[in-house]
């Protein structure tokens, strides 16, 4: 059974900072892998997927890299922002399912 | 506004009361997943459609849930004699693809509480 794990658990910076958040997950036959942020009562937006064959992806201020040998992905958020304060979920899919992390609860001060 | 959509936003039941939610895809997207977020825990995978293919209800937590989608589109997951425990976020996500290495997109689900 795939299990994914996230740590932290939580974690508050200064405006600025740049900050990992790390994702690792037990069965490396995944198919992909996605970063999702989730705002308070609201649902999840995909930051950034990376299929099982890459390396990493980069969408302005994040960049997320996969090293599926060894179960683990780090999500790299720089010159962080108070809006980005947020939960960051990891998510792997193998088989039809996405199986998630606990996430990383992110509050950025300013 | 071409994202996930679900309804009702909110939703409160008395305990045995019956609940249907919904959930509209993205226009396109052949894929169309349910998932649940209750307190303190984290998502967990319930049901999963795939085109024409028969669902993968292997996340559903008893017999109690249902879901069905109509005409490849338009989904309703359906609960039972509601039990408090049932008290959770139910999210829906489409992803446009028959693979498993399409992106899902969520809406923006549906709390339900079971008094």
């Known amino acids: 059974k795939q299990e994914v794990t996230q740590i932290p658990a939580a974690l508050s910076v200064p405006e600025g900072e740049n900050l990992v958040l790390n994702c690792s997950f037990t069965d490396s036959a995944i198919y992909n892998l996605q970063w999702f942020r989730q705002d308070p009562g609201k649902g999840l937006t995909s930051l950034l997927l990376?299929?099982?064959?890459?390396r990493e992806q980069t969408s302005g201020r994040l960049n997320a890299s996969l090293d599926k040998s060894s179960g683990r992905s780090t999500l790299y958020i720089a010159a962080s922002q108070p809006g980005d304060s947020a939960t960051y979920l990891c998510?792997?899919?193998?088989?039809?399912?996405?199986?998630f992390g606990e996430g990383t609860q992110l509050t950025v001060n300013p | 506004g071409a994202g996930v959509s679900q309804s009702p936003s909110n939703k409160v039941t008395e305990k045995g009361k019956d609940v249907e939610l919904r959930c509209d895809p993205i226009?396109?997207?052949?894929?169309l997943y349910w998932y649940r977020q209750s307190l303190g825990q984290g998502l967990e995978f319930l049901i999963y459609?795939?085109?024409?293919?028969?669902?993968?209800k292997s996340g559903l937590p008893s017999d109690r849930f249902s879901a069905e989608r109509t005409g490849g589109s338009v989904s309703t997951l359906t609960i039972q004699r509601t039990q408090q425990e049932d008290s959770a976020v139910y999210l829906c996500?489409?992803?446009?693809?028959?693979?498993?290495?399409?992106?899902?997109?969520f809406g923006p689900g549906t709390r339900l509480t079971v008094l």
């Open positions: 459609f795939q085109g024409n293919s028969a669902p993968d």
């Open positions: 990376i299929q099982s064959s890459q």
């Open positions: 996500a489409s992803s446009p693809g028959a693979g498993v290495h399409n992106e899902q997109f």
């Open positions: 226009s396109g997207h052949t894929a």
């Open positions: 998510a792997v899919t193998s088989g039809s399912r996405l199986t």
